[in-house]
C-alpha cells in the first residue's frame, strides 16, 4: 500500500497547488503522510456526513473539491461543526485532501467533466490565460430546452433543479459550460460567441444583464450539482494511476447529496 505523502504527490501533479487562486484554500488538511493508503473517497464538500460515511468504508483518505477552512481559523474545537469535523478525520486516522481552484483550472478539470456528463464536444478554454471554463459544440444542433433538459437529466438531481433564460425555442451549436459559479464570466461567454451558457449560482443582476445584452440562453443547475462530475473524473484519475503503480487503492465516490437547498415549491401568487 502507498504512503499518504505517495498519494498526495500523485494529486498535486494532477491539480498543482500553485495554479490554485491566491484566496483558494488547497492541499492536505489533516493526516499522517507515513501513514498507508488503501481506501480512498471523493466528494463535493468536507462536511460531517461525509466524514461519516468515509468511516463506514473504512477509507484512509477523502479528496474533497470545496475546502473545509477557506478563510482560516484560530480553533478546530469540536463544538464548531468544522473542527467536529476535524476531531472525527483524525480519530479515525482519515486525511483530507482539497483540490479546489486548481482543479476548475486544471486539463481536464471541473468543467471537462461538466462537459463530459452532458456528452459535449470540448473545443478549447473559455478562458485561455487561465484555463477556467470549457467552450464546447453539440454533435446535433438543439434547441435551448432541450438542452436544458438534457442537463436536468444527466446532472444530479437538486431542489433546485435547472433554472433557464432565454428563448426555450432558440438553436443551440456551440455552448461554455463552467463548473461552480459563473457570472463573473458573462463579458468572455459573450466575446466568445456561444449560443448558450451553463454554469450555477447565478444571480439576478448579473442574468438580467446578460439578458439584455444578447440573445444568450442561460441554463443555471446547482453548485454541486455542476461539480460532483468531477469527483467521477478525478476517482478515475487516481484509479489509473493506482493501476500504474501496482498500489491496489480502492477508490469511492460519495454519491451523498451535500448540495445546501433540500426541497422546493412552486410559487403560485402573483404581483399586486
Known sequence: MPRL???IAELDALWPPERAEQWDAV??????????????????????????????????????????????????????????VVHTLIKHDIALHVAHTNADTADPGVSDALAGALDLRVTGPLVPETGLGRICELDVPETL?????????????????????????????????????GDSLFDVVRASGVDAFLTAD????????ASQHSPLGLVDAAHW???????????????EISDRHGWDLRVH????????????????????
Not at 468515509?54 to 461543526?81: C, E, K, M, N
Open 5 to 7: 505523502s505517495e498519494v
Open 27 to 84: 492541499g492536505t488538511v489533516c493526516g499522517d503522510p507515513d501513514a498507508e493508503v488503501s481506501r480512498v473517497l471523493f466528494a463535493v464538500d468536507p462536511v460531517q456526513a461525509i466524514a461519516d460515511e468515509a468511516i463506514s468504508l473504512g477509507a484512509d483518505l477523502i479528496v474533497t473539491h470545496h475546502p473545509l477552512y477557506l478563510r482560516g481559523t484560530t480553533t478546530v474545537a469540536a463544538s464548531h461543526f468544522k473542527g467536529r
Open 145 to 181: 430546452g432541450e438542452f436544458a433538459a438534457r442537463a436536468a437529466k444527466r446532472l444530479p438531481a437538486t431542489a433546485q433543479g435547472i433554472r433557464v433564460a432565454g428563448d426555450s425555442g432558440m438553436i443551440l451549436r456551440r455552448v461554455a459550460v463552467s463548473g461552480g459559479s
Open 202 to 209: 447565478l444571480r439576478h443582476h448579473p442574468a438580467s444583464e
Open 225 to 239: 450539482a455542476t461539480e460532483w462530475p468531477w469527483c467521477e473524473q478525478a476517482a478515475a484519475q487516481l484509479d
Open 253 to 272: 465516490v460519495s454519491k451523498t447529496v451535500t448540495d445546501p437547498w433540500s426541497s422546493h415549491h412552486d410559487s403560485s401568487g402573483a404581483p399586486n
